[in-house]
């Protein structure tokens, strides 16, 4: 008797999702086949879902899941830490997954960008093995995939951002140096900032600022670590820059952080910083991010700017960690608000394109 399962299918940017069955096979040896417990919708997938980056049709969306082992290859015996995995096992994964040898990751040790790398939620739903995205019934794990067994006392809620959203700012607040002491500055408050600012705390800043244009979002952040938060749709950007330096003595901030997407803050953050000071962009993942800077500002300030895309395979590890040793500090499991079934998934896209919603999550 062969099994099928059901996926919600994006077939087309901002047509509506269309739930469709397709064929379970065996796993291969080196493959995982995953029984989908929960899934969240990324900013990402709504950039996909609303065409403004490119993204293969007929597909499944969703890359933040974790689920339960159904079907276990034979040649997978343990996960990346090194942790026997059994049938049943609660388990996240990386995002993302590689074949073959990479200059990049050979050489830079930044696997996360070799050529040809590979992410869940970008595959065609018609091609084996179809499931490949989080907003379905079952996944499979292909074969360079960085599998993490979950401790039984976290929840499904606090678990499955760990993959995208946390293990990303680990990689965005380890590339700001954040030190004990610092005065940090996190524009964008949505999830990517909540963890931003709970992780600078968690790396010994002194000072936490959020910035953000919606007004219930600066509460949230400062259950999640940020000392002040401003918000940007009540107050002139300068006004904001000069409330942040005067709270950041004696010459402002130490490191900022733009999470929020928006280029025009770039100038604004600048201006924020100290003389010496470190500049990490996460958010800006949709092309024609375009902004003029005054770049003297940059060679007169020593402004160290980075940009960070995806992690490394450590952060995801790391990504668990913090939120195992800080779940009484900060309420992550308040993150994802919401919940869904598959079949509604088009409602559930909609609130998160309109930010009624912080994480929504889909439990098929
Ligand atoms: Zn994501």
Request: glycine share 8%.
């Amino acid at each position: 008797m062969s099994r099928t399962a059901k996926a919600a299918v994006y077939d087309a940017p901002n047509t509506p999702f269309v739930l469709k069955e397709y064929p379970l096979r065996p796993v291969k040896n080196d493959e995982v086949l995953v029984k989908v417990t929960m899934s969240t919708i990324c900013r990402s997938d709504i950039h996909s879902y609303e065409g403004h980056r490119p993204n293969p049709c007929p597909g499944i969306l969703g890359h933040e899941i974790i689920g339960t082992i159904d079907q276990l290859g034979s040649d997978i015996k343990k996960d990346m830490r090194g942790d026997t995995l059994k049938v049943g096992d609660r388990i996240t994964w990386s995002e993302y997954f590689y074949h073959g040898e990479c200059y990049y990751r050979e050489v830079h040790d930044m696997p996360q960008k070799c050529h040809g790398v590979r992410k869940y939620g970008h595959d065609l739903a018609e091609e084996d093995p179809h499931f490949l995205g989080g907003f379905a019934e079952y996944c499979y794990i292909l074969p360079g995939t960085w599998i993490l067994k979950l401790p039984d006392e976290l929840s499904d809620e606090e678990a499955t951002p760990i993959n995208c959203g946390v293990a990303t700012m680990v990689s965005v607040t380890e590339a700001a140096e954040i030190q004990m002491g610092d005065a940090v500055v996190v524009q964008g408050l949505g999830l990517l900032g909540l963890y931003g600012c709970a992780m600078a705390k968690a790396r010994g800043a002194r000072l936490v600022i959020g910035v953000d244009a919606v007004e219930s979002r600066l509460d949230v952040a400062k259950k999640f670590g940020a000392d002040h938060t401003f918000n940007a749709a009540k107050m002139k950007p300068a006004e904001v820059t000069k409330a942040v330096r005067a709270l950041c003595k004696p010459d402002g901030a130490d490191a900022v952080i733009e999470v929020c997407g928006v280029p025009d803050v770039i100038p604004q953050g600048m201006e924020m910083l100290r003389t010496g000071g470190r500049y990490v962009l996460g958010g800006l993942v949709s092309p024609g991010a375009n902004v003029t800077i005054d770049a003297n500002m940059i060679v007169k300030k020593w402004i160290q700017m980075r940009g960070i895309h995806n992690y490394h395979p450590r952060h995801l590890i790391q990504a668990l960690d913090f939120v195992m040793a800080n779940r009484d500090r900060f309420p992550f499991k308040s993150i994802v608000d919401s919940k869904f079934q598959l079949k509604d998934l088009q409602e559930a896209f909609r609130k998160a394109s309109e930010r009624t919603v912080l994480r929504a999550a889909v439990i098929p």
